[in-house]
């Protein structure tokens, strides 16, 4: 039998080529085991697919809509600011509560009422932006008709069981709160990273990473800085945790809970909403929640304050505390609120630094966007240690839908080429 000539070298190229723009394995996502019934605070990182008003954003993720505006600084103080649209493409850090279920951390609560034209895939890749696949749509909702994920009735209510992480929030023994961030093709470890203020090394931790490869469609728990209460385990809003330069509402719209950029410590005062509200005041006291009154005095600082201590019974509890301290304190620093957008910012369009390498200088020149630390803009797509990998992207891109047609014709070629 003659030996089999090898296949000519371009053949080889080309076949690798369309092999690295094939579909890939299924996406990864971090999960959480639990043994609880207790919920805990999280966050879901979410891009617009279309304009979509503040109210119809908050109803997709099943939040209060004055609850997902303060937790990404937009000033709520605008008339019928429930009902202001937001452009499509924009980024928010939408919070949610994440449950134990079934042994693993998950949103339990979030339920989507389905319109004409919908499908589990369009629910899944569309409205929800990839956060939640259709056959993990499809195994929670077992008494829905979804034989055919197709054709689904108009009306029928699912429930999305979305990705979260607590970790007892915490990270390396500070306060924190996970966001569950869908990956980009233009991401990397290291631009991520960068965007949100940790390390490529702490990323792989949380996320039990091998290495610091990430794909298209990885969903990453990222640890994002916060301020955490310290309310009694018997208050309704025990265990507030609040993102570095956001605010949180609780008390039944009474009371606003602000964590300042670079802070530990969270200060709450009366929200701007606040009405028909318990008393606010201090006892034995003229103070208010978040009022400080300081004297200097040769042996340092006294300092009184009046501080908020969670809502119990329906009350709104406060502590009044005096401190004398080595120097007063300085006023404090609360994160800058913006109106509500309109428009994609013009920020978002600017170059943004991303690691030359981890833990290394970030470069001058990276192709990405910039995320607001408001949290508002495009979600985050850093360029790697070598640069953007747009361009080979690009080349799958146009691979892609000839895929499937020409590996079974240069299959058939290459069994020609070879002698029987």
């Excluded at 689904?152 to 390396?172: R, W």
């Excluded at 792989?204 to 800085?225: E, Q, R, T, Y």
């Excluded at 200088?361 to 990998?389: C, E, H, L, R």
Aim: hydrophobic share 35%.
């Amino acid at each position: 039998m003659p030996s089999a000539s090898p296949p000519p070298a371009a053949l080889l190229i080309f076949l690798l080529a369309l092999g690295g723009c094939l579909p890939r394995a299924a996406p990864k996502s971090t999960i959480e085991p639990c043994s609880n019934s207790d919920t805990c605070s999280s966050l879901v990182g979410y891009t617009l697919y279309t304009d979509l008003k503040v109210s119809e954003v908050a109803s997709l993720f099943s939040v209060d809509p004055i609850s997902l505006l303060l937790t990404n600084a937009i000033d709520i103080s605008y008339p019928d600011v429930e009902n202001h649209i937001l452009p499509s493409q924009l980024f928010l850090k939408i919070p949610i509560s994440c449950s134990c279920v079934d042994g693993i951390r998950k949103s339990s609560s979030v339920s989507y009422k389905t319109r004409p034209s919908d499908t589990l895939s369009s629910i899944s890749s569309a409205v929800y932006g990839a956060l939640v696949s259709a056959d993990q749509i499809k195994e929670a909702n077992p008494k829905a008709e979804l034989s055919d994920p197709s054709v689904i009735g108009v009306g029928t209510q699912l429930n999305i069981p979305l990705p979260c992480t607590c970790f007892n929030n915490s990270d390396n023994n500070l306060p924190a709160i996970y966001m569950s961030y869908v990956v980009k093709d233009v991401d990397t470890l290291a631009g991520v990273a960068a965007r949100y203020a940790t390390t490529v090394s702490d990323l792989m931790n949380v996320n039990a990473l091998g290495g610091a490869d990430i794909k298209d469609g990885d969903i990453l728990a990222i640890p994002l800085s916060a301020c955490a209460s310290n309310f009694p385990n018997y208050a309704s809003d025990y265990g507030l945790v609040v993102p570095n330069g956001s605010y949180a509402i609780t008390a039944s719209h009474c009371v606003q809970c602000s964590c300042g950029p670079g802070s530990r410590n969270l200060y709450c005062i009366p929200a701007s909403l606040a009405v028909s509200c318990s008393s606010m005041q201090c006892r034995n006291s003229n103070l208010l929640l978040g009022n400080t009154t300081i004297q200097q005095s040769t042996g340092g600082c006294n300092v009184t304050s009046c501080t908020y201590s969670g809502f119990v019974n329906g009350s709104i509890a406060s502590t009044l505390s005096a401190s004398l301290q080595p120097r007063c304190p300085g006023p404090q620093q609360l994160p800058a609120l913006v109106a509500p957008p309109t428009v994609l910012p013009d920020s978002v369009f600017s170059p943004a630094p991303a690691p030359s390498e981890a833990g290394g200088i970030p470069t001058t020149n990276p192709k990405s966007s910039v995320v607001p630390s408001s949290g508002i803009g495009f979600p985050p797509a850093a360029s790697g240690p070598m640069g953007s990998a747009s361009g080979s992207s690009d080349a799958c891109s146009l691979v892609k839908p000839l895929a499937n047609i020409s590996l079974v014709l240069v299959l058939g070629l290459l069994l020609l080429s070879i002698p029987l």
